[in-house]
Nanobody
């Protein structure tokens, strides 16, 4: 059973960088053909795909967030990390990590991040 768990600060100040880590258990992030995504849901809005890192280490980003987003991984810890720079209150959301191949089959429980001074 694959499990994903997000971790990171729940409160970030405007203009700072948001950093979240997803720790994966029950499966390796280097297993062929799986992609590991970050997805967020602002209050009252739908899910927004932010980007992903592939089993190979290749990264993919939403065009609307690409200039501010970086996804990396630590294979020794079986973790992948999201960094979102220059945050504003509009980046307030529940942030999820998820595994994807043909569909999103495993999700973390989500973590609330609020951007406020």
């Amino acid at each position: 059973q694959v499990q994903l768990q997000e971790s990171g600060p729940g409160l970030v100040k405007p203009s700072q960088t948001l950093s979240l880590t997803c720790t994966v258990s029950g499966g390796s992030i280097t297993t062929n053909y799986y992609y590991w995504s970050w997805i967020r849901q602002p209050p009252g809005k739908g899910l927004e795909w932010m980007g992903a890192i592939a089993y190979s280490g290749s990264t993919y980003y939403s065009p609307s967030l690409k200039s501010r987003t970086s996804i990396s991984r630590d294979t020794s810890k079986n973790q992948f990390t999201l960094q979102l720079s220059s945050v504003t209150p509009e980046d307030t959301a529940v942030y999820y990590c998820a595994r994807d191949r043909w569909e999103y089959d495993y999700w973390g429980q989500g973590t609330q991040v609020t951007v406020s001074s």
